[in-house]
């Protein structure tokens, strides 16, 4: 089956840039997306179509797919910004997710 | 604006079923699929299954074939997510999503899953 690989963990600093990545068979021959979670709450859609940003979503968060690797960066991450994020892609017909990396801001 | 209302928490012995409802709200029920994701306690997401409501058919993840059926009924906006022989590991929060599925000339385009339930709280225990 289809598996996506996240770094468990990140951490930026305040203002600087954050770089998340996820791997996967060909990933670059698929769509991305990417999600927000933080504690207790549900998932929010951050990146569609590998670089895709919803209304609403901050100009700060972009991403690209390419080869074997996807990559959601945060540019002058915030505080606010703290949480877990999750990739997703579909292998024909199939969902799948990325185990999730957790992004502290410190 | 478009809304997903999940039916409250349940507690299951194992061996047991558990059915999930998601009503949804503010937008046309047959024009968006509708995931099934559930996330184990500390873990990350996992995939269970999609459904499309305008004609009902299904895709399950191979790990959970045989034990998920996933229903609708357009009369009333909602999905289901039925899931049989619960296990301990099947503790989980389940949440149904929403997204926008086009195809063009034989390429599916996917707009990401952009609205969510607030989650189902399932315990399964012996």
């Known amino acids: 089956s289809y598996e996506l690989t996240q770094p468990p963990s990140v951490s930026v600093s305040p203002g600087q840039t954050a770089s998340i990545t996820c791997s996967g068979e060909?990933?670059?021959?698929?769509?991305a997306s990417w999600y927000q979670q933080k504690s207790g709450q549900s998932p929010v859609l951050v990146i569609y179509?590998?670089?895709m940003r919803p209304s609403g979503i901050p100009e700060r968060f972009s991403g690209s797919n390419s080869g074997n690797t996807a990559t959601l960066t945060i540019s002058g991450a915030q505080a606010t910004d703290e949480a877990d994020y999750h990739c997703?892609?579909?292998?024909?017909?199939?969902?799948?997710f990325g185990g999730g990396t957790k992004l502290t801001v410190l | 604006q478009a809304q997903l209302v999940q039916s409250g928490a349940e507690v299951k012995k194992t061996g047991a079923s558990v059915k999930v409802s998601c009503k949804a709200s503010g937008y046309t029920f047959t024009t968006y699929y509708m995931h099934w994701v559930r996330q184990a306690p500390g873990q990350g997401l996992e995939w269970m299954g999609i459904i499309n409501p305008s004609g009902g058919s299904t895709s399950y993840t191979q790990k959970l074939q045989g034990r998920i059926t996933m229903t609708r009924a357009t009369s009333t906006s909602t999905v289901y997510m039925e899931l049989s022989s619960l296990r301990s590991e099947d503790t989980a929060v389940y949440y149904c999503?929403?997204?926008?599925?086009?195809?063009?000339?034989?390429?599916?385009?996917?707009?990401?899953?952009?609205?969510w339930g607030q989650g189902t709280t399932v315990t399964v225990s012996s």
């Open positions: 999503a929403r997204e926008s599925i086009v195809s063009k000339r034989g390429t599916n385009y996917y707009y990401g899953i952009d609205v």
């Open positions: 060909n990933l670059g021959d698929k769509f």
């Open positions: 179509q590998n670089n």
């Open positions: 997703q892609a579909w292998d024909t017909s199939t969902g799948v």
